[in-house]
């Protein structure tokens, strides 16, 4: 029903929510929170984050919440200049990139490494064996860490990385550097003879 709901209906809906019409609020849960639940699927699978009906359903309140927060501030504004569907959009991104920036750390899971090509120099295949390659990585700072999870084991994208972590895109690209000259040295370190 919200892709056939003109202006006039959304203002006339808009204006019983701010007489707190109860009736009102639940035509709007009624008519929107599919639509909105499909805008939180599809930002979670842009970014790759795995989520479920729960987390859809999360985001899909908090959006609720922030509607209604700080005195209605959000549907006045929408009431005065419009905007409604757009906004109800912008609220459900915002809360789902917040959930997954909120579990920025189960998404780059170290357990299981194993190497990306097969390595044919047999003293380098001792190197980047699953056990010591973890053991540097380990060694890493969390953020260098994250990244090179993310990158290089789950072939996230900078946007994606950037969006799961909460870092400014263009610093994304440095710190893999600094990382790799990093495990570069580490696992020099530990093919060294004793």
Same mark, same amino acid.
């Given at each position: 029903?919200?892709?056939?709901?003109?202006?006039?209906?959304?203002?006339?809906?808009?204006?019983?929510?701010? =007489?707190?019409? =109860?009736?009102?609020?639940?035509?709007? #849960?009624?008519?929107?929170?599919?639509?909105?639940?499909?805008?939180?699927?599809?930002?979670?699978?842009?970014?790759?984050?795995?989520?479920?009906? %729960?987390?859809? &359903?999360?985001?899909?309140?908090?959006?609720? %919440?922030?509607?209604?927060?700080?005195?209605?501030?959000?549907?006045?504004?929408?009431?005065?200049?419009?905007?409604?569907? =757009?906004?109800?959009?912008?609220?459900?991104?915002?809360?789902?990139?917040?959930?997954?920036?909120?579990?920025? *750390?189960?998404?780059?899971?170290?357990?299981? *490494? &194993?190497? #990306?090509?097969?390595? %044919?120099?047999?003293?380098?295949?001792?190197?980047?064996?699953?056990?010591?390659?973890?053991?540097?990585?380990?060694?890493?700072?969390?953020?260098?860490?994250? #990244? *090179?999870?993310?990158?290089?084991? %789950?072939?996230?994208?900078?946007? &994606?990385?950037?969006?799961?972590?909460?870092m400014v895109t263009n610093s994304i690209g440095p710190t893999i550097a600094r990382a790799l000259v990093k495990l570069k040295a580490l696992l020099r370190k530990q093919l060294e003879p004793v």
């Amino acid at each position: 029903m919200a892709g056939k709901t003109s202006n006039s209906d959304v203002s006339a809906l808009l204006a019983r929510l701010l =007489q707190n019409d =109860q009736a009102a609020w639940r035509e709007l #849960v009624r008519d929107y929170s599919g639509l909105l639940l499909a805008i939180a699927g599809r930002t979670f699978a842009m970014y790759g984050f795995p989520a479920g009906l %729960q987390d859809r &359903e999360d985001v899909v309140a908090a959006a609720w %919440q922030n509607l209604l927060a700080g005195d209605r501030r959000i549907i006045r504004g929408c009431l005065a200049r419009g905007f409604f569907l =757009q906004t109800l959009h912008l609220l459900v991104r915002r809360r789902a990139i917040d959930l997954m920036r909120s579990r920025k *750390i189960k998404t780059a899971p170290l357990d299981g *490494i &194993e190497p #990306v090509a097969p390595i %044919q120099d047999s003293a380098l295949d001792a190197a980047y064996s699953g056990a010591v390659l973890r053991k540097a990585i380990a060694l890493l700072a969390p953020r260098e860490r994250a #990244v *090179i999870g993310l990158f290089f084991l %789950q072939g996230k994208s900078y946007r &994606e990385i950037s969006a799961l972590t909460g870092m400014v895109t263009n610093s994304i690209g440095p710190t893999i550097a600094r990382a790799l000259v990093k495990l570069k040295a580490l696992l020099r370190k530990q093919l060294e003879p004793v």
